[in-house]
């Protein structure tokens, strides 16, 4: 079965500062990756997705991640955070095949303080 | 873009009783939908799949006969929660394959409160 890691509980980050949140999945086939963002109270939110070609994929504000197929991995970045990204951010992988439904990670709650 | 909609965004009821939540895609057909739980600051847990037209697919540890999900249409799947009790308070999600853009859809959930 396919699991999805994210190592990082709770992030706590200055204003300005860099992130990046990691993300490693354990299934061995084709898989589509997955970052969602939840603000407090309100739903899912698709930052960015892989599904192919060039493993560097940029997401709305500002957000990327990389897919290094090696590693099992899709870690998070931006650059420089702002307080607005305050939110838990949840990985999420699918085979790339039919109608199967996505696995999340358990989450990464981001403080981020002025 | 696709659009699922999810109804009632949230409810009250008294354990014992029963409650339906609605999902339903708006501008495309859902031939698989799937319904997930979320606990206050926890992660995603699928319960199932449901499948237009057969028997939906339960995720271990998932009762069936309480967690009724029915997928009468390639737009609608409900998600009965059948004898309620404390414990099933829950945001629960649903979610549908769009084949677009995003790739998957989700509704706005539902947060279920039984007192």
């Known amino acids: 079965a396919q699991s999805v890691s994210q190592h990082n509980h709770h992030v706590i980050l200055s204003e300005a500062a860099s992130l990046e949140l990691g993300c490693n999945y354990s299934?061995?086939?084709?898989?589509?990756l997955f970052w969602y963002v939840q603000y407090p109270g309100q739903h899912l939110q698709l930052l960015l997705k892989?599904?192919?070609?060039?493993?560097l994929v940029k997401g709305i504000k500002g957000f990327e991640a990389e897919f290094i197929k090696s590693k099992f991995s899709f870690n998070l970045r931006k650059p420089s955070v702002q307080w607005s990204d305050t939110a838990e951010y949840f990985c999420?992988?699918?085979?790339?095949?039919?109608?199967?439904?996505?696995?999340f990670g358990k989450g990464t709650r981001l403080s981020v303080i002025a | 873009g696709a659009v699922v909609s999810q109804h009632p965004s949230w409810v009250i009821c008294k354990s014992g009783t029963s409650v339906k939540i609605e999902c339903r895609s708006l501008?495309?057909?859902?031939?698989?939908m799937f319904w997930y739980r979320q606990f206050p600051k926890q992660s995603l847990m699928l319960m199932a799949t449901?499948?237009?037209?057969?028997?939906?697919?339960?995720e271990q540890g998932v009762e069936k006969d309480k967690f009724l999900i029915n997928h009468a249409s390639l737009t609608l799947s409900t998600l009965t929660v059948t004898s309620a009790h404390p414990e099933d308070s829950s945001f629960y999600i649903c979610?549908?394959?769009?084949?677009?853009?995003?790739?998957?859809?989700f509704g706005s959930g539902t947060r279920l409160t039984v007192v």
């Open positions: 979610s549908a394959r769009d084949h677009g853009v995003s790739g998957y859809t």
């Open positions: 299934y061995g086939g084709t898989v589509n």
């Open positions: 892989y599904f192919s070609g060039d493993p």
């Open positions: 999420a992988v699918t085979r790339n095949s039919g109608n199967t439904p996505l696995v």
């Open positions: 501008d495309f057909q859902a031939t698989t």
């Open positions: 449901s499948n237009e037209g057969s028997k939906a697919t339960y």
